[in-house]
């Protein structure tokens, strides 16, 4: 007489029928399915016999349903990673997923795509674009203000100081001169055409003048000395006396050489005098 070879569950004979062994023992594929099979954690249906499964860390999948949660791509000997809510995901995804998202237009950058970073924030290069113009600005140059990008063109237009006299933007560098500003290039001495930035000049009817241009061209000639009253150094001080001038410390009786600057004086025959050499005449 054979020995019986039955279901472990149900106890029906499983000979001459199609039968899975599951931990050493033998059961019908009714019972398997019911009892001993493990569940898709995806579809949440059991993972028949005549079924191909596929497991990961205590998971299980059916290998239908073992495909990229984005994608639908099926990971069936293709690399993978299981992330939240046990769902799986291809590279591809996860490198998207996990990317820098672009300020522009929020997509992902992904690895080899051409990017612009500004301060922790990073746009696709043709995202970067002017806030005036919409022109691409790129791996150009640009100008911040606040939340908005300019390009070099837009914010000398909109933002930077124009100068007093060629009325162009000022972009760099430049100077002030009574609360307006210039373009160094432009702030020059009206003869000799030297740029004055830090350097002395006097102002004459809005022209300017270099030190040695206005001694030349400019300044008054001492009726004492003959040389020019610039303002300059030693006598800043001016006398004026009847369309002439003089050095205030050239400006003295022609008779003692006193000095007569802020003090009375005469003038006999042409002649400065102090009050007391006329009487003397």
Known sequence: MSERFDCYYCRDSL?????????????????FE??????????KKPIGADS???????????????????????????????????????SN??????????????????????????KKMVWHKDCFTCSQCKQVIGSGSFFPKGDEFYCVSCHEHKFAKTCAKCKNPITSGGLTYQE??????????????????????????DQFYCVDCYKECVAKKCAGCKNPI??????????NYEDESWHDYCF??????????????????????CAECPKRL
């Open 230 to 239: 610039t303002g300059f150094g030693r006598g800043t001080s001016v006398v």
């Open 15 to 31: 000979q001459g029928k199609k039968y899975v062994q599951k931990e050493g023992r033998h059961c019908c594929v009714k019972c």
């Open 252 to 273: 003295k009786c022609t008779k003692c050489a006193r000095g007569l600057a802020n003090k009375r004086f005469v003038c006999h025959n042409g002649k400065i005098y």
């Open 34 to 43: 019911k009892i001993c099979a493990n569940t898709c954690i995806e579809c």
């Open 93 to 118: 995804c996860t490198a998207t997923e996990d990317a820098p998202r672009c300020k522009g237009c929020f997509k992902p950058i992904i690895a080899g795509d051409q990017n612009v970073e500004y």
């Open 180 to 205: 307006q500003p210039w373009h160094s290039e432009c702030f020059i001495c009206s003869n000799c055409k030297r740029q004055l930035g830090g350097k002395r000049f006097t102002a004459v009817e």
């Open 52 to 90: 191909k499964e596929l497991h990961f860390k205590n998971r299980y999948w059916h290998d239908s349903c073992f495909r990229c949660v984005k994608c639908y791509t099926s990971l069936v000997n293709e690399p993978f990673m299981l992330r939240e809510n046990n769902k799986v995901w291809c």
